[in-house]
């Protein structure tokens, strides 16, 4: 909680906590909040010709290529991409995190056979992985989460294991190893602490990761399904008008870019508090 | 019991395997010697002499290859990983590097009290009295508690190590060139906190240090490594007055005098110490001694008494003469 209230002194960090609540407000309150059933396909969503409406005074943000109202969608959307991205990205830091800090700790011949199995997989098409995982599950929003947390595992564990590596090697570790210290303690007092740097940078970049790869899914039809909407489909549903129409493109890519940025930002400032030697720079 | 030595050490010995070379490196080869309570062991010679590796491995913080380390009626060298753990409350060390030792991430507190932690002792308020009674004990105040290591200098770095590794009241202490990392002044005040630590628990050290004049100031016995072996052990006393061992005489030569008088020929050794992974044939001090003869290239001289019964040399041509 001390952490937490120096972490809001920072400015950047409290802009970046206020972006994260009101995206996750505007998700969980969506029913409330929304102008508009999102699914609805207005009459009047349409000009003549048949193309979205810019943004106006009756669809703030204007419609989609169906006449859908594009900020319902949007709220609508931030419950797929946050549920994606924080289901999938986290359960993807988990593993990777395990994954890497065993086989960097434990070293030896396991330690080297968890790494080249992680090898194999980076060496996968991740895609291909991707829509195989997802063409032998039927699709679903925690199937999707899923498959992605599958995917993006990999890199994380590599970047954990190498720097568990380097953590163990360090002089404080024989230290405590010299007081009697048994290797469960070590892990948790001392390397796990160091490793909590590298956990959140990976954390907050996956965020963004993860919501463009379940847009990407989408797209191939084995992400979520239509008419759900997600961020990522938003755009890749929209695509098509992006010459006639930017803003269907622009403002769900912006929405996701500023969640990425906001948990990037807040991630960097509670790395920083959380080492004794950064605290209360700026 | 009470005649027994605290620390015995037979034959102990570690070789290093390199990866792609089936040769191996003999770090440590063979080395025996025994300290008594209160007794304070400094180890000298030149980087890669291994009097690191020495240190580390009378705690097991490496594996010995061979031999034997008995500590206070306990076989250290059978325990298995569970008593040794528990063993190491009576054994601790000092690390050279202050900056590095400490986990930059807690606070001295929870430094100093990992220890007691680890073994379990006393309740929560009465370790954290522990830590308060010892912070005083090594010249630090209480207000440095909630501090982080990166706001201390080299000194009061060491101070806390010292205090982390005392707070358990152990027996024994190695501390591998504790003050090689700081300023000369800094360094005496180290030392003389660790000469009345010492008086004060009863403390036994093994002191490795390649800076004689501080050997000098703490120690009561020396061993001269060389290349894995001790050369030359004897009471600090007598290594000062009598050296006999070449290698002991040029470091000895190299230690600085402030007296003009007392400043006696530099015997200045030519090259580098050699590779552990390519000993020398014989006495593997010969390529370098200013006074080899043919014998010494050719067979290895053992560890003898000379002039008295606790001064051991390995070399042929001592002869217990004075200078």
Redesign the interface.
Known sequence: MKTFKRLLKRKIALFSFAVIILIVASAIFAPLLAPYDPNQQFEQGLTLQGSPLAPNSEFILGTDLLGRDLLSRLMYGARTSLFIGLLANGFAVLLGTFIGVVAGFVRGRIGSAIMRFTDLMMAFPALLLAITLAAIFSPSLFIVALVIAMVNWVQIARVIYTQTISISEKEFIEASRSLGATNTRILRRHVLPHLAPFVMVWATLGISTTVLLEATLSFLGIGVRPPTPSWGNIIFENQTYFSTAPWLVFIPGAAIILLALAFNFLGDALRDELDPTQRGRQ | MSNQPLLSVSGLAKEFSIKGNKQKIKAVDGVSFSLNAGETLGVVGESGSGKSTLGRLV?R?LEPTAGEINFDGQKISDLNPKE??????QM??I?Q?PF????????IEALIR??L???KIGTAAERAEMVKKIIGHVGLTEDALSR?P?EFSGGQRQRI?IA?AIITRPKLIVADEPVSALDVSIQSQILNLMLNLRKEMNLTYIFISHDLSVIQHIADKVAVMYLGKIVEFAPVDEIFSNPQHPYTKALISAVPQINPADRTNRVVLTGDIPSPASQPSGCHFHPRCPIAQKQCSETEPQLRTITTADHLVSCHLATGAVK
Do not use: I, N
């Open positions: 705690l913080l040794l753990r528990a063993a190491r409350r601790q060390m690390f590097d590095a030792s400490l986990d930059p991430r807690m606070t990992e220890p932690d680890v073994h982080y990166h190590s982390r």
